[in-house]
């Protein structure tokens, strides 16, 4: 028995070493087998442990527009570093892609904002070290560490300066020809508001259909209303598949969402941090934030919609994406628009929500004048809000209703409710499913009867119910409520899409 079993342990230690030993010889011969590692600073991204390192250096003068890197893949840009960077513009243009995945001011992609003279900056994304000699502050070094992978071509240009000089090294990673790589692309959507929408509105950070991932964001706020803090805005709403999958994510305000407590400090980290900050006084203060999403990233497998919440200041905004290319989704058929009016009592209560009254066939100046007193609308009794846009199937009712006093929002807007009243136009009579997502209660009625009625608290849930929908209008109202049960920051939105049935 015993000679038996070593003779197993022997045969099964041969075999282990030899399929290691066959692994090991076809990582050698196929480049489809060979190891990958991590990139630090986008963990996300999986790159080749086999490569040859290259470098492109440039140190020229010129007027106006110049390529300083043309790659031919495939390959991976790992480190920029740009002196200088009197350019306005910094273009990269990836695998011949019909828009470029960035086109962005050149202080704005490294992190420096507003066009501000250059600050320390120390984080995941890129370093800036600005010239410590006299008279030499414009001239700092910039230094990029976003991988950016590429399988055919990488063009790297500076556009718009002024017979600038400009010197630059990109190092990269050149694979061999066949090398399977990552699938995403290096992205960056730049926003600048001066100044943004006041208070009670948001400003878009980002706006994207198709599938990938949020690896940072970096915003700059210059204060320009006094009447409160300028981190008082209610935080990012964040909204992700609404084609396919629709869930959210809520902040909480500015500083608690990139990692701050009580306003702004001035530290930096890996992955959040505040380079540059001017406080003179309570309710007047300036600030740049970054948040890199190394260990945590957003993933998105349709389409990304990112707000902020802001105030009548000039605001101005970077979000790094990676996105793979050509995973755009299809269209989707879904209201282009609604009609909104509240606020109304009976929010926190389920058995006096439910028992609400249609109010469909009523014209929306003469819906019942039942609301809220106790929230500051200029009215003061309702709030009716016409034409708003349906972006990705979504409306965010939190924007509508958002009280432009901090103190007053978690007091008027939780434990309410509120209709929304919209229009789906069909080309012929039709069955179809209505798949309704709502992070609390709602009544829907479709032509004026009920079509469905649902409750949960534990967030935002999607339903898909059976309808008929007749040629021409169809008239669908929504009555919906707030609650802080599912403990989501009083996120309040609707996506609404309609899907076709198998004929």
Request: glycine share 8%.
């Amino acid at each position: 028995m015993r000679n038996t079993l070593s003779l197993f342990v022997l045969i099964s230690f041969s075999i282990c070493c030899s399929s290691l030993a066959l692994a090991q010889d076809l990582k050698k011969r196929v480049p489809g087998l060979q190891p990958t590692f991590q990139d630090p600073a986008v963990p996300m991204i999986s790159l080749p442990t086999r490569f040859s390192t290259q470098r492109v250096n440039f140190d020229k003068g010129f007027r106006s527009s110049v390529e300083i890197a043309n790659l031919e893949g495939p390959g991976c840009i790992r480190h920029i570093w740009l002196l200088r960077g009197k350019g306005r513009r910094l273009e990269i243009h990836v695998d011949g892609a019909e828009k470029s995945q960035i086109d962005v001011p050149v202080k704005a992609f490294f992190g420096v904002m507003h066009d501000m003279d250059p600050y320390f900056i120390d984080c995941a994304a890129y370093t800036v070290l600005p010239n410590p000699a006299s008279g030499m502050e414009g001239s700092p070094g910039y230094n990029l560490w976003l991988p950016i992978p590429f399988e055919k071509s990488c063009r790297i240009t500076i556009h718009h300066a002024d017979r600038s000089k400009i010197t630059a090294m990109i190092d990269w990673h050149k694979y061999e020809k066949g090398t399977p790589l990552t699938p995403y692309r290096l992205h960056a959507d730049y926003r600048s508001y001066k100044p943004a929408p006041e208070r009670g509105g948001y400003a878009e950070l980002a706006n994207i259909n198709g599938e990938g991932f949020v690896a940072g964001v970096v915003v700059a706020y210059i204060q320009r209303d006094k009447k409160n803090m300028v981190f008082h805005t209610g935080g990012m709403t964040i909204l992700l598949d609404g084609e396919t999958d629709p869930h959210a994510i809520r902040g909480h305000n500015v500083e608690d969402d990139f990692g701050f407590t009580w306003g702004f400090n001035d530290r930096q980290t890996r992955w959040i941090g505040c380079p540059w900050h001017e406080n003179r006084g309570t309710f007047d203060q300036d600030g740049v934030f970054y948040r890199f999403f190394g260990p945590d990233p957003i993933a998105f497998h349709s389409s990304l919609l990112f707000r902020s919440r802001c105030r009548a200041d000039d605001m101005e905004s970077v979000v790094y994406t990676y996105q793979i290319e050509g995973s755009e989704t299809t269209k989707i058929e879904t209201p282009s628009k609604w009609q909104v009016t509240g606020l109304f009592m009976g929010g926190d209560n389920w058995d006096e929500f439910k028992k609400s009254e249609y109010i469909g066939n009523i014209p929306v100046d003469q819906w019942p004048a039942k609301p809220d007193r106790n929230y500051p609308a200029k009215d003061n009794f309702k709030i009716i809000e016409t034409a708003i846009p349906s972006d990705h199937g979504w409306i965010d009712l939190q924007n509508v209703f958002f009280a432009r006093d901090h103190l007053w929002t978690p007091l008027t807007v939780l434990g309410r409710c509120a209709y929304a009243q919209t229009t789906i136009v069909s080309d012929s009579d039709r069955n179809a499913v209505l798949r309704l997502a709502v992070d609390d209660w709602a009544i829907a009625w479709l032509n004026g009867k009920k079509a469905v009625t649902l409750r949960h608290d534990d967030g935002l849930k999607a339903a898909r119910i059976p309808i008929k929908l007749k040629q021409g209008a169809n008239e669908l109202l929504v009555k919906t409520n707030n609650s802080d049960k599912p403990l989501n920051r009083r996120l309040w939105v609707i996506n609404c899409v309609v899907e076709k049935t198998d004929p």
